[in-house]
């Protein structure tokens, strides 16, 4: 959905018609009045460092990532150049504890932004209220009962108020 249009008073025969900012592009920004992604959040982009924002981390996707997906950030070597790499987040080895969520859908290979702790994840579906784990048989996904099976993990990823609405809080991560 495209950004809302408003009119202005035109200034040197300019169109009056003007679209409002969904994301950060500077100081050519200044001034503008900002519109909300489809998600109804702002983009964190439009957030100076001194405001509050959500923690996010840029990375490349390592598998297709569905919106909502736990993931996990790990440095990947697998294409000779380090980079920061996510992944799937599921509770079978510790290695692959949740350190965050994505809201977009990704293929393989995209640029993801990752959201930590703190924020929202309406991308998700099916969830029961209460507390959230981090779940052993669905990759990315939570679940309401922690894993009990020797050498998983246990990890709370946060509560779910919601069937789509799972509010992030993640706990460390203990191994069965």
């Known amino acids: ?5 408003f009119l202005k008073l035109p200034d040197n025969g300019n169109d009056p018609e003007s679209t409002a ?6 100081p050519s ?4 009045i900002p519109a909300l992604r489809e998600d109804g959040t702002f983009d964190p982009t439009m ?4 405001v509050a924002s959500p923690d996010v981390e840029i990375g490349v996707a390592t598998e297709a990532l569905a919106a909502g997906d736990l993931v ?6 697998s294409t000779g150049t380090p980079r920061n790499g996510v992944r799937k987040a599921v509770a079978t080895a510790y290695g692959t504890r949740a350190r965050g969520f994505v809201i977009a859908a990704a ?18 579906t099916g969830l029961t209220i209460g507390q959230q784990w ?6 990315g996904r939570s679940v309401n009962v922690a894993p009990t099976t020797t050498g998983f993990v246990q990890q709370k990823v946060g509560n779910a108020s919601a069937a789509n609405m799972l509010h992030i809080d993640l706990g460390p991560a203990y191994k069965i």
Do not use: I
């Not at 920004?29 to 503008?32: P, Q, R």
């Not at 996990?72 to 070597?77: A, G, Q, V």
């Not at 293929?107 to 998700?124: F, M």
């Open 29 to 32: 920004n200044a001034g503008k």
């Open 47 to 50: 957030f100076g460092p001194e």
């Open 134 to 139: 981090l779940s052993a048989t669905t990759p």
């Open 21 to 26: 900012a969904t994301q950060t592009g500077g």
């Open 107 to 124: 293929a393989a290979g995209a640029t993801v932004t990752v959201y930590k702790s703190g924020a929202p994840n309406s991308a998700v």
């Open 1 to 5: 959905m495209a950004a809302e249009k």
């Open 72 to 77: 996990n950030t790990f440095l990947d070597n």
